[in-house]
């Protein structure tokens, strides 16, 4: 390019992941290629950017600037001022400014990934950082677990203090150096440590590792401090180990996680396709749930009677030195006690964790915020996120309906997440889990706290669920107090279900929503599940639904499938003798028997398609006690034969408010357990009689209101089966079909959904 005489200056300030993400010495690249100068600084809306030279040539800085931005930035605004030449000298990275402008903050990104270079350099023994833990760059390692606040600077995250030493001071100061300005710098001379505790002994360093090592060799469980939080790991080739750790965990069944070197091992564990090796592959490294092979090494008590095995790979240096040395996949699971969150404080660790871990790796870098695993599931070749942590949180989803009053939602009981909003996006806690611990609902204070801080956001109006006796509702009411909130907004489970998937693609019209769950209070008091909604913005009204069946014991009717089944079959029959499946307690069953034989007004009536999957597992003998929540309907799925293609027959009746008759199903189900019929036949049948059901539910509703687009959500969807059957026949019949992907379908996604419709209440003046 030839120079022109006119001196140009230009003031730019972009917003967006700006930080943390190297694009600081990206633009003293660009400036310096461009012979441009001036300054570029972090402040607390991202970035800010003096740029002034050849007029030509800050035009094209402009452009650049944004259009070849480094890979995990994401410019959300860009603003470019004229301003007169300054004069500068030369162009340089300056000091954050730290004053909030205009309210906005920058935004955290999530943590990344080790990156190719960095992992080179790890087993590279004549590079200086030869297998240091805390190897990182600016464009990998931990961000947002090491995040107090903004601006994203060293002093403003849990490396504060860790001085750097001579070294690594010239390569951050070093242009050229692709650790110029990285935050995250450190070599073994300057950065954390590792450290192993085994029995009362301590060992560090090197020593650490092979400590660690040896203990998993020898069938050990070892409780590591990995990026949000403590894992616990074990041999997922030995029987014994996970046995072992399945008893001290006291979780029975539920399947793990495995962690394997690369994808070679990769390979000898499960079946995948082109984009689940992506998605393996990815910077965000979440477990994909991929198709186990027959031959697969890793323990059967890994993830009993599952067809899938959740596979990730390493996500931070620690993990691939581990997993070098040992050369087996381990078993990798959130490092918490049974139903309280995943373990991030030290002296916390061995205290909590002893009696579970036979030793700990541990190191002096803290955690600033919880993140657990990311884990995400492909149907056909789309991914969608099961539970959305590690690699995804901090990102927030942009929606214009989030412009509106400044929001926060609570969530549901289980698989809680917050959700604060404002300027239109949301920001979407990671995974805390169950609320039923003291820890538990420390965490998501926590989380309110964390979110609240670094977002600069103040809430207007609070969103919670309709459910009064939810832990999160109850937490509502106090942090509404604590922080002179006076807008309060109860949602309806279902309604948030779908308005989740609806701020995910940014949809303001109405929709039908249909929401097939586990269980969400309705607004009669029932407990619903298998819902036809129609949806629009703060209003739904529900059009349809499945027809009450009772519900003895109430909820503790989900984790005893067999209840649900007694409850299906009074639907049917008046009495219950000689009707008891093999396996159920006699008197247990007697019990309920007599109790279904004359329901009184007290018992809970439900409408959950949850519960009829729990109903029907139990029915064909697969599962009579669930020993975690959604197991009988993971079996079901698991058993059902993909081939059957003749469901049992559904009918809606009734007029403004129809019910979807289950009874038929359940007939249907009987009449061929008599004949004798397979269980895999009959597994593929019932999908077969939901995926119609959801079909009439919509062709009526479609009929009725003129819409034409289906939200398909709620934690029955998890079921790969029959989403993928569901949305390919609502497809075929010309519905436009939205499924939540970024967000869970499951509780996950509530908090999300509860903000969109306390929003629109407002707008819409639906609340004073
Ligand atoms: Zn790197
Ligand atoms: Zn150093
Ligand atoms: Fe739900």
């Not at 908090?751 to 819409?764: D, F, H, M, N, P």
């Amino acid at each position: 390019m030839v120079a022109s005489k006119v001196v140009k200056r230009r003031l730019i300030a972009i917003e967006g992941v700006v930080q943390g993400v190297g694009f600081r010495p990206f633009v003293h690249r660009l400036a310096a290629a461009g012979e441009l100068r001036g300054f570029v600084r972090n402040d607390a809306a991202g970035v800010l950017i003096d740029i002034e030279g050849d007029a030509r040539r800050v035009d094209e800085f402009c452009r650049s600037v944004t259009v070849d931005a480094p890979l995990h930035a994401s410019i959300a605004r860009v603003n470019v001022a004229p301003a007169a030449p300054m004069e500068y000298d030369a162009f340089r990275i300056v000091g954050s400014e730290t004053a909030r402008a205009g309210g906005s903050a920058s935004l955290i990104p999530p943590d990344i990934a080790t990156c190719d270079q960095c992992l080179a350099e790890l087993f590279d023994p004549t590079n200086r950082r030869y297998s240091h833990p805390f190897i990182s760059c600016t464009a990998c390692g931990p961000r947002f677990t090491i995040v107090h606040d903004t601006p994203y600077d060293r002093e403003r995250t849990t490396m504060a203090g860790f001085a750097m030493c001579a070294a690594c001071q010239q390569e951050y100061e070093d242009p050229l150096n692709r650790r110029f300005h990285a935050e995250t710098i450190a070599c073994p001379s300057c950065g954390p440590t590792l450290w192993a505790v085994s029995g009362d002994a301590t060992f560090c360093g090197a020593r650490a590792l092979d400590v660690a090592v040896a203990a998993l060799r020898a069938g050990h469980i070892v409780a590591i401090k990995a990026l949000g939080g403590y894992h616990f790991a074990c041999d997922a080739t030995s029987e014994v180990a996970v046995a072992r750790l399945r008893e001290r965990k006291h979780r029975i069944a539920k399947p793990f996680a495995v962690m394997v070197r690369d994808m070679d091992a990769a390979y000898a564990l499960g079946t995948m396709s082109p984009a689940e090796t992506r998605a393996l592959e990815s910077p965000e490294r979440p477990v994909v749930l991929v198709e186990r092979r027959a031959d697969a090494s890793a323990a059967a008590s890994v993830a009993p009677s599952q067809r899938c095995l959740g596979l990730m790979l390493p996500a931070t240096p620690v993990h691939h030195l581990l997993l070098a040395a040992l050369d087996r996949p381990l078993v990798m699971t959130s490092g918490n006690r049974s139903d309280e969150p995943v373990v991030i404080d030290d002296r916390h660790a061995i205290a909590a964790l002893r009696d579970i871990a036979d030793a700990f790796l541990m190191h002096d870098r803290a955690i600033a915020v919880r993140c657990d695993d990311s884990v995400v599931q492909f149907i056909a070749s789309d991914a969608r996120t099961i539970r959305r942590s590690r690699g995804h949180a901090p990102r927030t989803i942009d929606c214009p309906v989030f412009a509106g009053p400044p929001a926060l939602a609570l969530g549901a009981e289980l698989k809680n997440t917050i959700c604060l909003t404002a300027s239109g996006r949301a920001h979407l806690s990671a995974h805390i889990g169950d609320l039923e611990s003291v820890p538990a609902r420390a965490a998501l204070r926590e989380a309110i706290e964390w979110t609240m801080r670094t977002a600069a956001i103040a809430p207007d109006v609070i969103a919670h669920d309709l459910h009064p006796d939810y832990a999160s509702t109850h937490l509502a009411h106090e942090v509404a107090r604590e922080l002179g909130v006076e807008r309060r907004v109860a949602v309806q489970h279902h309604h948030a279900h779908v308005a989740s998937c609806l701020a995910e693609y940014r949809v303001a019209e109405p929709v039908i929503g249909v929401a097939f769950d586990g269980a969400g209070l309705g607004t009669d008091g029932a407990i619903w599940g298998g819902e036809f909604l129609v949806v629009d913005g703060a209003r739904f009204s529900r059009c349809g639904h499945l027809a009450y069946v009772p519900l003895p014991g109430g909820d503790a009717a989900a984790r005893r499938p067999w209840r649900c089944a007694a409850a299906h079959l009074a639907m049917l029959e008046r009495k219950l003798d000689g009707r008891r499946p093999d396996g159920v307690p006699e008197r247990e069953w007697a019990g309920v028997a007599q109790l279904l034989e004359r329901p009184n007004d007290s018992m809970p009536r439900t409408s959950s398609v949850g519960r009829l999957f729990d109903a029907v597992a139990s029915l064909v003998g697969l599962c009579h006690i669930a020993r975690f929540e959604g197991e009988a309907a993971m079996m079901l799925e698991a058993a059902a034969d993909r081939h059957v293609t003749r469901g049992y027959p559904v009918e809606l009746s009734g007029g403004d408010q129809w019910t979807a008759d289950t009874r038929q199903i359940i007939a249907g189900i009987q009449d061929d357990r008599m004949r004798g019929r397979s269980v895999g036949e009959i597994a593929g049948a019932f999908h077969v009689a939901l995926c119609e059901l959801v079909m009439q539910g919509c062709e009526r509703l479609r009929r009725d209101t003129g819409l034409a687009t289906v939200v398909l959500t709620g934690g029955v969807f998890m079921n790969a089966l029959l989403l993928e059957r569901a949305c390919a026949a609502l497809a075929a019949r010309r519905f436009r079909v939205l499924v939540p992907r970024e967000v869970p379908c499951n509780d996950g996604g509530l908090s999300l959904g509860q903000a969109y419709v306390a929003t629109r209440a407002i707008e819409e003046e639906l609340c004073a």
